[in-house]
Each structure stands twice: as structure tokens, then as C-alpha cells.
């Protein structure tokens, strides 16, 4: 399924490379196990795989990040294993960074007996001052006995170990914030999801990403580009504790218009119920964005084509839409939708007496989708908004049938103002079949459905983005821009063909666009579908 075309743009043709890449290449994704994946994530997986699988025959690592015992969980884990499976991304070996606990201990040890470390117990605010001010801490020149004495005190999680944490002695004047003697051990009494009470203490990213790098055997260490100032601390860390080389490669972050990437916000608003949870399709996660109707050779395409640009911008979601057009298209086979409400009833003079039915190909161009039953008949339905268009003897074109003039419409006493201001609903219509008219020439080309035949009721769901501004301010509270209103259902009535389509299945409904089908008709129960968006402002 879902393998049309646009296979033109195959993994290898990305003009995206790495430095010396002759003895192997080892990349690591390493997500913190405390939310789902969103597409940013996506686009660091599936850049990670992409060299160590298309590009280069190297292999790739998935560690979980589990270092903020507050934060993490296992379903969060589960879950980032199974969404790398469904972007077709295989990690050759899964590790965390706890199983690195007891090494990255022994590091801090070394570094704190070759004075290349110290505890610190300055209070946040007056630290962050204290470094932006180049000031040195008072506890920077004190005693290898003592720095590891308070290590040991924060190892056993005391009251006092609680107090104090480990800072790399790098350099305090220097012009890169970074290397003002970052901190690289926390004390932190709560339990961890994996190592239980084992462990009081807890290292940094800025320590743990470059040694579990080096012992892992990574060569190339994927970063986004507000790393960039972190990597001469990086070096420095590999240096200071004598551990292998690796190299650091930043790529742009990802940001969509209109949508947060940020697990924190998107744990708020799971919580508050903004959503139906993390594979709500207004999400901009893995999960969420497929089942909005987005193919994974669609997203694969429009993250390798962005692969090596290194500045952010702030994309519009149509790019990513009209891409995964390109893959919809040639596979999504046609149907047929009439909305429920104020839903005419049709007689078509003309039409055989008794009704019957035709096999027709699901798409005109591709006849491998398979074939779907087309009933004709006398009695049809047509949507409101098309009936209540038409003039007195007006020629129209009944879609995949043939051209009918329209002779006696029905209209409600009620002006009820539908399309232009004195339009009043259709209540009953008859048509005259007029086959021999060409339909190339009808402006009016309308779907409608034979009621000989069992309709399927459906649902037919649109949504909206979830923030009404197109991008957030640093300072900006994310709930105050929040949609009111995204999501909207339309009722309607779908041909017989229709309620043998399963969950997943991607169709398009004659003239109004693409849909994933969300649940299958099932015990009379209406079929969901969501609509696909194409990049097209509707
Ligand atoms: P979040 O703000 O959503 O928590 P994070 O960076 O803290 O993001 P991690 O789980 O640590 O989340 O991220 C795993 C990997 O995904 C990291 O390598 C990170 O650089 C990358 N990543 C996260 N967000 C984006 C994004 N918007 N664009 C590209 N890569 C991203
Ligand atoms: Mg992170
Ligand atoms: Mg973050």
C-alpha cells in the first residue's frame, strides 16, 4: 500500500554527508522516555538512520535518556519503540543511559580526584548570576578531600547531599557560557523507573551524553543547533576524562507554524483534556499526524529533503501536506459522500426501470486499487447545497453517470437562505436523464448515491490547528492562544462499497478531498473519517 510513486527520491540522492566516515559510523537517538514522539523527534530518528542505515553501512543505537527520574516512564518508552518501528527505523542495539550509571559515577570520581571537578552548593539563582558575571564560586578551589566528600554525601541522598551538586572546572572567563564550569551531578532522592532507589545521584546531559557517547562507541553524535555552544564543552569532557573522539553534526531544529514541540506542553494539554490523547490527530506527534492521514514515506521524504540545513525556520504545514499528497493520490481510491443533513430526494426520469449495478474501477488511473459496485437507479440522493443551486431546465452532469436536466424542484416554504440570499431548500427534485448531453460542458458536476442500493453512515471529522497564533513568544502562556474551536462533524451518507473499508485504509470522497478511515462501519455504528489535509488552503 501506499507505494504509487515519488520512490524517485530513495534515501541515497540526499546531499547530506559526514566527516570521516571510513571507520564506520555509530549514531545514537537518545529520546528522554517522558513523552510521545512529535515530528521533531521524528526528524532526529530518522535523520540517526538514515546515515547509519541508508547512507553509510553503520549501525544505530537507541538510547532512552533516563536521567530525570521525576519525568520518566515506562509506557513513555514503550511507546518510542513502537513509533520508531512504525517509521520503518530499527535501532541495532537499545540501551540507556542508566545502564551507564555505575561508569558515569567512576568518571565523576576521576574527574573530581584530577581537580578537573568540584562541589558546588551556591543557590541556583546566584550560580546563574554568578556565571554570567564570570564570578568564580567560592567553592571552586576547594580541596580534592572535601569535593568528594560531599559527593559521597550526595551519593547517600542526605538532607545535606541534597544541597550540593558537581561542577566540571572548565573555564570561567570564557566568552561561551557553556564552558563556565557546567554542572554535571545532581542529587535527587526520588526513585528512578529503572534503577529503583539505587541511585541518589543523577548526571547531567551535559556529562552523560558525551561519555555514554564515547563508551558507547558513537562516532557521530546528531545534535540540533542550540547544541552548537555546547560542543566545545563536549570536547572538552571526552578530553578531560581521555575518552574516544566523536564528532558533533547540528542540525535545525524543526518548528511547524500554529503547533508546540515541546513535551511539556504537549503533557498539558493531554492532561487538561484539550485532546483525545497523545494520537489525537491535532496532535504533531508520530502518532497524531498519522492518523490525521500522513504516509511515513511522506514524512521520510520531507525530512531528508530538509536534512542538512542548519537554519530554523519556521515552516507552514502545506509543504508538509502537498508532500504526502504526492502518495495519497495515486492509491486512494474514490468514493462517494452525500451530506445527511436536508439530503434530497431525487427522482430520475429516464433511468431503467429496475435498478442495478456496475463495476467500476476505485481509480481511474490506477485500476490496482480494486474495483467498487456503482448503483443506478430512479431514486437518488443528492446533497442539499448542490439541489438548491440549480435553475429550472438546467443542464447538469450527475458525476460517473452522465448529464440530466433539471425539470420539477420542490422548494420549502420557509426561505431559508442556503447559498445566495433567496435560496430555499430543496425538498424534492426530479431529473431527466439527458445522456447524449456532453458533459464537458455543464458547469455543475454533483455526486450523488442510488438509495437502491445499502448506504453506509458516516462521520466525517475536520480539524484545525490547535493554537490560534502562528508562533508562540518566549514569554508567551500557551493557553491563552489555544483554538477554541478544532475540530467539526459532518453526517453523511457514503455508497455500499464504503462500509467494507477497514481502520486506516486512506480514500478520497469525490469532491471533498482525502480521508483516513478512523473506526470501520461496524453493528450499524457510523464509519469515522478523518479529513486529510493537501496543503491546499480549502
Ligand atoms: P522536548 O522539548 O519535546 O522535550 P527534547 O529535546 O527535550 O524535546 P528529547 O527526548 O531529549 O526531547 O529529544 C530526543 C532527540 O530529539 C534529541 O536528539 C533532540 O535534539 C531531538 N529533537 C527534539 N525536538 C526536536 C525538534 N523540534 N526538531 C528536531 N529535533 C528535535
Ligand atoms: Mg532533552
Ligand atoms: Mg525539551
Given at each position: 500500500k501506499n507505494d504509487g510513486k515519488a520512490k524517485e527520491d530513495d534515501g541515497a540522492s540526499y546531499d547530506i554527508g559526514l566527516q570521516d566516515t571510513e571507520q564506520g559510523v555509530v549514531t545514537r537517538f537518545p529520546p528522554e522516555p517522558s513523552g510521545y514522539l512529535h515530528i521533531g523527534h521524528a526528524k532526529a530518528a530518522l535523520l540517526n538512520d538514515y546515515f547509519a542505515h541508508k547512507k553509510y553501512k553503520g549501525k544505530l543505537i537507541l538510547r532512552f535518556d533516563d536521567t530525570n527520574p521525576l519525568k520518566e516512564k515506562q509506557e513513555f518508552e514503550d511507546s518510542i519503540v513502537h513509533d520508531l518501528e512504525l517509521m520503518g527505523i530499527k535501532p541495532d542495539q537499545v540501551t540507556h543511559t542508566s545502564d551507564y550509571f555505575?561508569?558515569?559515577?567512576?568518571?565523576?570520581?576521576?574527574?573530581?580526584?584530577?581537580?578537573?571537578?568540584?562541589?558546588?552548593?551556591?543557590?541556583?539563582?546566584?550560580?546563574?548570576?554568578?556565571?554570567?558575571?564570570?564570578?568564580e564560586s567560592k567553592n571552586r578551589n576547594n580541596s580534592i578531600e572535601e569535593n568528594l566528600a560531599h559527593f559521597e554525601e550526595m551519593k547517600k541522598g542526605s538532607e545535606e547531599g541534597t544541597k550540593w551538586y558537581i561542577r566540571a572546572k572548565l573555564d570561567m572567563q570564557s566568552l561561551n557560557g557553556a564552558m563556565r564550569d557546567p554542572v554535571v551531578y545532581r542529587c535527587?532522592?526520588?526513585?528512578?523507573?529503572?534503577?529503583?532507589?539505587?541511585?541518589?545521584?543523577?548526571?547531567?546531559?551535559?556529562?552523560?551524553?558525551?561519555?555514554?557517547?564515547?563508551?558507547?562507541?558513537?562516532?557521530?553524535?546528531?545534535?540540533?543547533?542550540?547544541?552548537?555552544?555546547?560542543?566545545?564543552?563536549?570536547?572538552?569532557?571526552?578530553?578531560?576524562?581521555?575518552?574516544?573522539?566523536v564528532y558533533n553534526w547540528n542540525f535545525a531544529r524543526m518548528a511547524f507554524i500554529k503547533t508546540f514541540l515541546s513535551k511539556r506542553k504537549l503533557t498539558k494539554i493531554v492532561d487538561n483534556g484539550g485532546v483525545w490523547g497523545w494520537d489525537d490527530p491535532r496532535m504533531p506527534t508520530v502518532r497524531g499526524i498519522r492518523r490525521r492521514g500522513m504516509t511515513i514515506e511522506a514524512l521520510q521524504e520531507f525530512i531528508l529533503k530538509q536534512g542538512p540545513s542548519k537554519s530554523i525556520t519556521l515552516m507552514d504545514w502545506s509543504s508538509f501536506w502537498a508532500t504526502n499528497k504526492k502518495y495519497i493520490d495515486p492509491v486512494a481510491g474514490r468514493y462517494t459522500a452525500v451530506t445527511k443533513q436536508d439530503v434530497v430526494h431525487c427522482t430520475v426520469v429516464g433511468a431503467r426501470e429496475a435498478p442495478y449495478h456496475e463495476e467500476k474501477d476505485l481509480h481511474a488511473k490506477n485500476a490496482s486499487v480494486g474495483k467498487k459496485k456503482v448503483y443506478y437507479s430512479k431514486r437518488i440522493i443528492l446533497d442539499q447545497a448542490d439541489a438548491a443551486s440549480f435553475a429550472q431546465d438546467e443542464e447538469i452532469t450527475l458525476m460517473n453517470w452522465g448529464n440530466a436536466i433539471v425539470r420539477n424542484v420542490g422548494r420549502s416554504l420557509n426561505p431559508l437562505p442556503l447559498i445566495t440570499g433567496d435560496e430555499r431548500k430543496v425538498t424534492s427534485l426530479e431529473l431527466e436523464l439527458h445522456l447524449q448531453g456532453d458533459v464537458k460542458k455543464t458547469s455543475k458536476k454533483v455526486t450523488w448515491l442510488s438509495e437502491d442500493q445499502e448506504l453506509t453512515p458516516v462521520q466525517l471529522y475536520d480539524f484545525d490547528y490547535l493554537l490560534t497564533k502562528d508562533k508562540l513568544d518566549e514569554d508567551d502562556e500557551f493557553e491563552k492562544f489555544l483554538n477554541p474551536k478544532t475540530s467539526e462533524m459532518t453526517e453523511a451518507l457514503a455508497d455500499v462499497n464504503v462500509a467494507g473499508l477497514k481502520e486506516d485504509d486512506i480514500i478520497q470522497f469525490d469532491r471533498r478531498g482525502y480521508f483516513r478511515c478512523d473506526r470501520a462501519f461496524k453493528n450499524g455504528e457510523p464509519a469515522v473519517f478523518f479529513q486529510i489535509p493537501t496543503g491546499k488552503a480549502k
Open positions: 555505575q561508569e558515569l559515577y567512576d568518571y565523576c570520581v576521576q574527574m573530581l580526584k584530577d581537580g578537573m571537578a568540584y562541589a558546588d552548593n551556591t543557590p541556583q539563582d546566584i550560580l546563574r548570576d554568578e556565571r554570567m558575571k564570570k564570578i535527587s532522592p526520588e526513585p528512578h523507573h529503572r534503577t529503583g532507589s539505587t541511585w541518589k545521584i543523577y548526571p547531567t546531559y551535559d556529562f552523560a551524553c558525551p561519555v555514554v557517547d564515547a563508551v558507547e562507541g558513537v562516532t557521530h553524535a546528531l545534535r540540533t543547533t542550540e547544541y552548537n555552544d555546547r560542543d566545545a564543552q563536549y570536547q572538552w569532557m571526552l578530553k578531560a576524562l581521555k575518552l574516544r573522539h
